[in-house]
């Protein structure tokens, strides 16, 4: 059974940073790719991190690019998703998805884990 499951999301002010963790397991974690989507009230869920399996390949969202990076440890079974000078707009709930097929930035990946809040505000 494939659980992931996000940490490390809460309060921040704008220009602060975070990093998100999304821990994986029921699954060969190295064989799947990964996205880090996010979500606002009211708004689609929007992707903004897709990271690659061997190749190490990602891409990044023109919203967020030049300010969050997604990265994996497939040792740690654990991707990530380090985000700065954090906005308001930022304002999510953060989510991370696994597939064995790439999806890029696509919300068609088979496992969600359950998110986790991001605010920034001062």
């Known amino acids: 059974q494939v659980q992931l499951v996000e940490s490390g999301g809460g309060l921040v002010q704008p220009g602060g940073s975070l990093t998100l963790s999304c821990v994986a397991s029921?699954?060969?974690?190295?064989?799947?790719?990964i996205g880090w989507f996010r979500q606002a009230p009211g708004k689609e869920r929007e992707g903004v991190s897709y990271?690659?399996?061997?190749?190490?390949?990602?891409i990044i969202a023109d919203s967020v690019k030049g300010r969050f990076t997604g990265s994996r440890d497939d040792a740690k079974k654990t991707a990530y998703l380090h985000m700065n000078n954090l906005k308001p707009e930022d304002t999510a709930v953060y989510y991370c998805?696994?597939?064995?097929?790439?999806?890029?930035?696509?919300?068609?990946?088979?496992?969600w884990g359950h998110g986790t809040q991001v605010t920034v505000s001062s």
């Open positions: 029921g699954i060969p974690f190295d064989a799947y790719y």
């Open positions: 990271i690659g399996t061997i190749s190490g390949d990602t």
């Open positions: 998805a696994a597939d064995r097929l790439a999806r890029y930035l696509y919300p068609a990946y088979n496992s």
